[in-house]
């Protein structure tokens, strides 16, 4: 992609009212102190609620940040409202990575979804939208994105314990990942500390 980011993504997830339920303030300032502190990859999705956390801790802040968002979306129609609530909401001229939210899907996906994809990748062509891809629990997704020409990042769950995986096993989603590798597509990993069941491990799951 070209993309350059930093080792570690800053995760948006926990901090929504699907778990911690921070208010925008005060998620906004864990988010501008990871900012402050090097990094400069968010991960976020419509679902998670935390646009306008992302955007608080944005303002006024001069380094570049490149943010990976996801939809649910299936339709041509569903896709296209989600990527210009992510533009409003986000205050962005465009998104960096807009992702297939896809965490249960099978080897169908893209054929399922196929309205999604062609919005994504028509904003894409816009310049709306700068790279595309999947994010998937499952080993039968990634395998499947593989020999996806359109899909350019793959953002797979993969942890030492195998916590989340479906659809094959931790070896299998190794594999996947590997041969998402040689086939050039940009890859970050998903849960590496297992949704925090790996704190008391945390050097060692990194």
């Known amino acids: 992609t070209g993309l350059a980011v930093t080792e570690l993504c800053f995760g948006a997830l926990p901090m929504g009212p699907l778990q911690a ?31 306008q956390h ?32 992510a533009l409003k909401e986000l205050e962005r001229p465009y998104i960096d990575i807009f992702l297939l939210h896809a965490a249960r899907a099978g080897a169908n996906i893209f054929q399922e979804r196929e309205g999604a994809l062609r919005c994504l990748k028509d904003y894409k062509a816009q ?24 899909m350019e990042i793959i953002f797979p769950i993969i942890n030492m314990t195998g916590f989340g995986i479906i659809k094959g096993s931790q070896q299998d989603m190794l ?16 849960k590496v500390l297992a949704g925090g069941n790996l704190l008391d491990r945390l050097e060692e799951a990194i």
């Open 21 to 51: 339920n921070m208010p925008v303030d005060k998620g906004s300032a864990v988010i501008r102190k990871a900012l402050e502190e090097g990094i400069n990859f968010i991960d976020t999705a419509e679902i998670y609620q935390t646009y």
């Open 54 to 85: 992302i955007a608080q801790a944005l303002k006024g802040f001069a380094g570049e940040v490149i943010i990976a968002t996801k939809s649910t979306a299936s339709t041509y129609e569903e896709m296209e409202k989600s990527i210009n609530k």
């Open 127 to 150: 310049g709306l939208v700068r790279h595309i891809g999947i994010s998937t629990h499952s080993v039968e997704a990634v395998q499947a994105a593989i020999t996806q020409e359109d």
């Open 175 to 190: 594999a996947a990942i590997e041969k998402a590798h040689q086939a050039g597509k940009g890859l970050y990993a998903m």
